[in-house]
């Protein structure tokens, strides 16, 4: 795996000691295709339909790329994801504005209000090789061959802004309880390799890391309130 750089959505900066941890963009299996989200409306911005919205993409320059995308509404609406031609877009200081065609008004750009601009998931962006999507990695099951291949858990997230390194947030069940969160990092040291189609990532974790990186239970954290 090669040093991660930013990809179609969760979001990234470069880092010499991480695998190539994509964020793309995130995905949505809640449908057929599944989709992959360029970016989350917000509200209306001027008179012509025009919508803010934030970006969910670590491309967003190919939105010049992006001629037809498809609005998914929000899930309490039950509504089907309907295809739209986009006409313009541009940057807003941290966001981006969008005009779809046909949308031509302040009334019925609020009609799309917190629905989500996708593609399906065969569009997103080509990656270079040996890089990989942190979306594909959610649902992979991690081993360690520093314990003979042992199971250590299945990736829930990846924390990809409280540190330097992207961070594997793991559902261990029967640590701590019926189940509880780990974190590892995602870095080239430890990673041995990656196999998406199997859905596992095998790493050669260091001694005590788990228990080192595990949060603190809802007992740990009244005790270290009361020595406070």
């Known amino acids: 795996m090669l040093p991660h750089q ?48 934030e970006v969910l993409t670590d491309f967003p320059e190919r939105f ?65 090789p040996g890089s990989v999507y942190v979306g594909d990695l959610i649902g992979c099951t991690v081993f360690d061959w ?13 924390d990809r802004g409280s540190s330097n390194t992207d961070l594997f947030v793991l559902c261990r069940p029967g640590l701590r309880g019926a189940a509880a969160e780990a974190f590892i990092p995602f870095v080239r040291e430890y990673l041995v390799r990656i196999d998406l189609p199997a859905r596992r990532i095998e790493m050669r974790l260091p001694e005590g890391l788990l228990e080192i990186n595990a949060p603190l239970t809802e007992e740990e954290k009244r005790e270290t309130g009361s020595r406070g």
């Open 6 to 53: 930013p990809s179609e959505s969760t979001r990234d900066a470069g880092c010499s000691d991480c695998p190539s941890a994509q964020p793309g963009e995130k995905a949505r299996d809640d449908a057929a295709p599944a989709w992959v989200l360029l970016a989350r409306l917000i509200r209306p911005h001027g008179r012509r339909g025009e919508l803010v919205a």
């Open 64 to 128: 010049h790329e992006r001629k037809r995308v498809y609005l998914i509404p929000p899930e309490r609406t039950a509504t089907r994801p309907r295809e739209v031609q986009l006409e313009n877009f541009w940057f807003l200081r941290s966001r981006v504005v969008l005009k779809f065609h046909g949308i031509e008004s302040i009334n019925e750009a609020d009609s799309l209000r917190g629905c989500e601009v996708a593609i399906p998931r065969t569009e997103r962006a080509p990656l270079d």
């Open 146 to 158: 520093n314990q003979a291949g042992a199971e250590v858990g299945q990736v829930v997230d990846v």
